[in-house]
């Protein structure tokens, strides 16, 4: 399975944008993905996860109530709306394919990974 993160790009603070994740094979779109996000100097991090049908999602704390994270009809994209971007939003986004058709906040939960794509916020 490949995966391929679009979206990413240079906004103010306060904007918007929407991340797209696509997978190479229908495999995914019976398991659960995730997005992950790194800042410069900083460890990866959980951001959000979606559960194979869409059913189920999570988020982390920093992100609640300003990010989406949604799948699209063939379920094998994912998609993060990113609203209220702050300037600590600034990493470069990964989308990840879970094992299974559930998935947390564990990195382990993720054994695909697509290349990342950056999103820069300006104050």
């Known amino acids: 399975v490949q995966l391929q993160a679009s979206g990413g790009g240079l906004v103010q603070a306060g904007g918007s944008l929407r991340l797209s994740c696509s997978a190479s094979?229908?495999?995914?779109?019976?398991?659960?993905m995730g997005w992950f996000r790194q800042a410069p100097g900083k460890e990866r991090v959980f951001v959000a996860t979606?559960?194979?049908?869409?059913?189920?999602?999570n988020y982390a704390d920093s992100v609640k109530a300003r990010f989406t994270i949604s799948k699209g009809n063939s379920r094998n994209t994912v998609y993060l709306q990113m609203n209220s971007l702050k300037p600590e939003d600034t990493a470069v986004y990964y989308c990840?394919?879970?094992?299974?058709?559930?998935?947390?906040?564990?990195?382990?939960?993720?054994?695909?990974w697509g290349q990342g794509t950056l999103v820069t916020v300006s104050s």
């Open positions: 094979k229908r495999t995914s779109s019976n398991n659960g």
């Open positions: 990840a394919s879970a094992r299974g058709a559930f998935a947390t906040a564990h990195q382990g939960d993720y054994n695909y």
């Open positions: 979606i559960s194979w049908n869409g059913g189920v999602t």
